[in-house]
């Protein structure tokens, strides 16, 4: 499934507002599986982010739910820029390993990347989504309606809280 975005054809000028300069900007989404070949992609961008930048073990790239899941691999100009996961876990649907390349952060991308997955989900007919937030990004989650539960606990060395949403 392929999706292409017009930087100006958003209806959600709000989403845009940091690329405003970048009005020819194209955005095209993936979705794959584990067994396409352009899922190398998404295991590319786990490795720069959560590997090289966050210390991450690298064994931790791929996963056994990647079999199952469904990943968005976000491309700017033919370029990947970022990606996420849409899985079941435990009865539970849920998004994570969202990454988006460091250079193009706090620009926009990563609610681009969310509202896409939330499309994905919806049209699926999934409307209650969990997350694992690595703390500091849960004001961006917050952002976008998710609601922290629970206690902070520690992933992989770094802090977590889990939230949810309700589309």
Known sequence: ???????????????????????????????????????????????????????IDKSL?????DQDGFHVVMFEKQQSV?????????GDWRIGRVCIVKSLRGKGYGKLLMEECHRFALEQGIKNIKIESQRPQQKFYEKLGYEAYGDVFVKVGIEHIKMEISL
């Open 1 to 55: 499934y392929q999706r292409r975005v017009h930087g100006g054809g958003i209806s959600n000028k709000n989403l845009f507002r940091a690329m405003e300069n970048k009005s020819q900007s194209e955005f095209q989404f993936k979705w794959v599986k584990a067994d396409d070949p352009d899922f190398e992609h998404v295991v590319q961008l786990r490795t720069e982010i959560f590997h090289s930048e966050q210390g």
């Open 61 to 65: 790239m791929v996963d056994d739910d």
């Open 82 to 90: 970022g990606s996420g996961r849409l899985v079941k876990i435990d």
